[in-house]
Nanobody
Framework: QVQLVESGGGLVQAGGSLRLSCAAS????????MGWFRQAPGKEREFVAA????????YYADSVKGRFTISRDNAENTVYLQMNSLKPEDTAVYYC????????????????WGQGTQVTVSS
């Protein structure tokens, strides 16, 4: 079992920045691919970013490429999502998720999920 707890969400104006954190506990964190997903009201959960267990590979949705950065600190059992140049369309509940290798963008492939953190971007 892996327990995931997100933090760092909030209300920010368009163009601003936020950094989300996801603290993991349980099984060895370094053995897991980590992903960030988001879900806006009335929409399906969508992929945002993912990072391999070593941190050497990262993937991003086209909608966030160049604005968001995913990173991880295996010593601290934490994965981060730095979000810059935020837009109102980034408003959603953001979830982190974990799975064993290989890295994937499919939500259904992830085994463990956090409870989510709300990000609201005002125009």
């Amino acid at each position: 079992q892996v327990q995931l707890v997100e933090s760092g969400g909030g209300l920010v104006q368009a163009g601003g920045s936020l950094r989300l954190s996801c603290a993991a506990s349980g099984r060895t964190f370094s053995g897991y691919t980590m992903g960030w997903f988001r879900q806006a009201p009335g929409k399906e959960r969508e992929f945002v970013a993912a990072i391999s267990w070593s941190g050497s590979s990262t993937y991003y949705a086209d909608s966030v490429k160049g604005r968001f950065t995913i990173s991880r600190d295996n010593a601290e059992n934490t994965v981060y999502l730095q979000m810059n140049s935020l837009k109102p369309e980034d408003t959603a509940v953001y979830y982190c998720a974990a799975r064993r290798v290989p890295i994937t963008t499919l939500p259904s492939a992830y085994d463990y999920w956090g409870q989510g953190t709300q990000v609201t971007v005002s125009s």
